[in-house]
């Protein structure tokens, strides 16, 4: 009988996209208004208004575009390999992307936010979690590039995260697969009882943003879904949608779909925190990685962590609380006073919304309906808010406009619902080309959402744009949002898989954004000032090359004395400093990519020549009028050669 | 004295992008038409006219635009990894990347071209050069994914390249940085007569598209920086600027600008074919790969290549020819009667024209100026069409629109000059944001421009959109070239440093896109045709998976007897048959990237685990209303450990 949902689920979705491809062109187009080009167009020398962070689901990266342009300004690397920029290849950036599986070049990055102080939007960081390999990483907001990356030990699919609390006390990230906890050798049959799940609390330092693992909640084995933070009332509370509360291991989208209801987990972190002041954290050893990108030397460091500090939530009858939530609820989402929160049962008729007021009191008299997983479960009925009636099939994510209203995207039949909060009457539909996943409004994840516009992020592309063969790119919309009806404006493709995305108003951080790096305090150990500092030296096999590049010239630009067999390090500094200056470099055989060096940073590739010959090497970056002219040459000669290393010098 | 040019032009270059800076958003916001909105708006369900491909320059790729919206609709992985994709870490794709220095994960692509019937483009396929490690690909434009890659031997900067003849007879390749042919062991200050260049002339195959380097015409010792063929009267020669005739090996901002005049190169490349075929072609020992990807069992194939054919261009006296150009000229164009021949001198005052007519007459009529280099250079004032005056500082390309006129690109007065060919009259400027390589206009590389819009390739972006720190994506802008002026509509950011571009009206090529591939003739050795055929069998320690994806459900999903030192092949099939349904998956510590598998493919990731436990795998492109239920688990059991191979079946 399960199985029947699970395959109407699968033919109703079938359909839909085959009605709506039939007919979108149409239906799409008759919706747009006649000033929509007005709207979403900034003309040349103009900015945009909003900075959108999208993830790259599974690109790994963080892609940064304007609103209402739709323009792709910038992809951040952050857990993947980018050979655009070097990131992940050159020696400087490799320790970022070291875990304790060794060196992992690609993660699935999925859900971005920005730090916030007092429950709005402050622009100093914003945090993605790697759901593959579990990570959290920190991009600083001054040069839009990845500071840090916590490896999450005890967890698998990290994809309840990552999500941060009001005054960005906390980056936190929940597992979505349970796993053995400890590791080990156990068949998968015994899931039950011996299955975990972690959720995380990673402190973030109030001045320089560093991260670090203060505590783990362990769970019941049950799948976390998506999680968001209590904001304003409920500031201390974390809450976290559950499926597979079934416990089952095979075929879980027919085994996983049994329960008719599941749970939003509500924790309360502030009690956590006064556990683990009173000493009731046990010690756990664990083996995680912890990498920074240090601003001084520009160059990343990755070490491994050993411990984590663990509660057991079924050892405390008052840190988490169960609320029933029909049925395989995904998305978990607060509204701006923090009252309400709602689970979006994906496979659920109905949308159902906690109040936040109601649950305090339904812990405060015992309201409990059993603790069968060994916590304690309120009475759906007395945490209950409100219902939003058969709004749409298969809702996923709810954001809001600051207005009293909520948007809730419907992934089968393809729509963002607008309705309102505390009547809960609908108010607004429109479709979605195609099936929405996740929906983004400026501030969604904050006391103070900035409703002008909204994002839907779409699962199917299909027929939207020109067709490009079997692989497409995802495709997101833009909604004007401050009418009483929603207003599509704009189709825009994506990079990766935009799961979620978090904006802001330009104003808050344009003016902070670096451009360029001071030379004067580049502590690189292989930086050089000048192109009169710039020398080559051996040691044993291995050659270490101080280059010099600006307009237009590598120093040393010829080197002799190179042999088969030998491990060349290019450590190279780019010495403008004016702004969008880089120079890059490439070598002939390197295996590895470029180097794209900003103005006064040092990065280093290495090159193992396996020929004699003379090889070139040449800036990859059209610098000057000159640039073509900006090359070198390396002379390899065999291995038991004695010819000595020389080089060129600018006065030759 | 010529170090004194280079500074001036270094100090221009600096002042005057410090005053653009100042400038640039009342000048260009003032010249913006009220229209241009609604010019570059592509109305959400509506398409672009052109799709724009754009190389990517030090990002290795090429990417897909619509052209007026400047909207990317995908990256195509070419010469680097791609983690988004998996290209360059999926075992079937891994071989693309195959050079004769091993594997190679990135390059820097400059100049795509679209194959011609005619002198037209047939949209047919795309041909790009990896400058780096130097190669050509073809791309199929039928699923938009590279076909095939070959290895240029005995060159190095592969950058007068990949321009194709009228009928796609060659794909052509002029190496950039001269080296010693044979690679050997010599000192670079033995630069000349020892260093020569390289020109390929790669056949392509009129059915499949195949390449096959047919010969090389080797050179004197120069830099080749352009190239361009020769099309209807002009058809069967092919154009090379040069630059550093001097010969010079160091500090060649200075030394290689000494010269007056450079050279731009005439081919007669149908004269070396008649020598080739009458056997004057030497055969030579050359190393160099060959890789193609096979749509039959969707896995590339990597052979090396052992011999290459060679025209030493000094041992004929009517194979090359070398026409004087100030001075060092870069961009080397074509106009579409195959008349015009424009060198535009880099460090020249003056635009120089020569004339295929007057080219053939003085060759006939034998007016030469000597042969220093040991071929024959005709005299400036017997091949000059005409020159056109101080147009503006640093050009680099020209385009043309059909009307008869021509475009100029400017990088250090920063603008585009349209001018009138045959009368050589300026008849319109406009500035552009900041500092302009190439130029676009679609069909730009044939006999019939498409006059619509320009696009300038900008190669600083500075301040043109919000700020995104040090590293800023590059910059283009949209012309509207309909009119008497160029009218600026439109800046739009790009990926990577796009080079060049080559657009094609979409009507051409959008109906023949792929939209899946057939189940039913994937011959992939490890591929399955439905779930039923999964299994799972070991080979010492390698371990085969036979997997299955289809929503929501790998089979198997649950798999035992895996071992700590083992080497899991997973060898994943997607069952689907619908347009734009991939499946994602990714396991949990692999070191590779995921696969994104498209309908009716199967590719293959190993991983190798280290760690004894029970570890999820699961899908990472959003598949249906049960996609997060898409997983599985993997238990790793010790390395000595007895357990048998088992996994799930769907009815379990």
Known sequence: MNKNINLFLISAFASFTLFSCNNSKESSKGAISTNAA?????????????????????????????????????VIPVFSQDPE????????????????????????????????????????????NGNNTP???????????????????????????????????????????????????????????????ALSFIKVDQQSGEMDLAFQIHMPGFNYDLSHPGRGKSHGWFFFTTYNTEEAHSLLEVNASQNDKDFIAAVNWKKAEEYIKAGKGKKMPANYAHNKFDPETHTATHTMKKEVLVLDATEFDDLVYLLPTPKSPHGCDVDPSGEYIIGNGKLSANLTVHSFTKML?????KKFDGDAYG???????????????????????????????????????SEVVKWKLGTWEIVDRKPTYYSVGHLMIPGGNSRKPDGKYMV???????????????????????????????????????IGEPHYAAAIKADKIKDKARQIYKLSENKHPYSVKSPNETKVERKGNEVHIYMSMIRSHFTPDNIEGV?????????????????????????LGANTSELLV???????????????????????????????EMQGYIRVSPKDSNIELSWSLDDE
């Open 456 to 494: 839907a992020m779409n699962k199917i592309t299909k027929d939207r744009y020109l067709p490009v063969g079997p692989d497409l790119n995802h495709s997101a919309q833009l909604y004007d949002i401050t009418g009483d009806k929603m207003e599509l404006i704009l189709d825009f493709p994506t």
């Open 598 to 628: 900003t103005p006064g940073k040092t990065e280093t590739f290495v090159w193992e020549p396996k020929q004699v010959g003379v090889w070139p090497f040449y800036c990859t970056d059209f610098c000057s009028a000159l640039h073509q």
């Open 85 to 128: 920029k070097g990131y992940g290849y050159s020696e400087e950036t490799k320790p970022m992307l070291m875990t304790s599986h060794g060196f992992i070049p690609w993660d699935d990055s999925h859900h971005p936010d920005i730090s916030q102080t007092n429950g709005e939007l402050d622009g100093r960081w914003i945090f993605i």
């Open 375 to 413: 916590l304690p479960i309120l009475k759906f009925d007395e945490v209950l808010a409100g219902v939003v009636e058969q709004p749409g099939l298969g809702p996923l994510h709810t954001e809001f406009d600051g207005r009293g209203n909520a948007y809730t995207t419907f992934f089968i039949s």
């Open 38 to 74: 007005e709207k979403v167009y900034v003309a040349p020398g103009e900015y945009d208004e909003y900075y959108g962070f999208f993830s790259g689901g599974f690109s790994g990266q963080l892609s940064v575009y304007g609103l209402p342009s739709g323009r792709l300004f910038k």
């Open 135 to 197: 990570r959290i990483a920190r991009i600083d907001l001054e040069d839009f590039s990845t500071a840090e990356i916590i490896e999450v030990p005890n967890s698998a699919g990290n994809h309840s995260s990552s999500f941060i609390t009001e005054n960005t006390e906390y980056v936190v990230a929940g597992t979505r697969f349970s796993v053995p906890i400890p590791q080990r050798d156990i068949p998968i049959k015994d899931y039950k009882g011996n299955f975990k799940g």
């Open 361 to 365: 009191d339904a812990i405060e008299n």
């Open 563 to 587: 042999k088969v067999g030998d491990k060349v390090f290019f450590h190279v500094t780019n010495l403008e400093q004016d702004f969008d200056v880089p120079h890059g470099i490439a070598m």
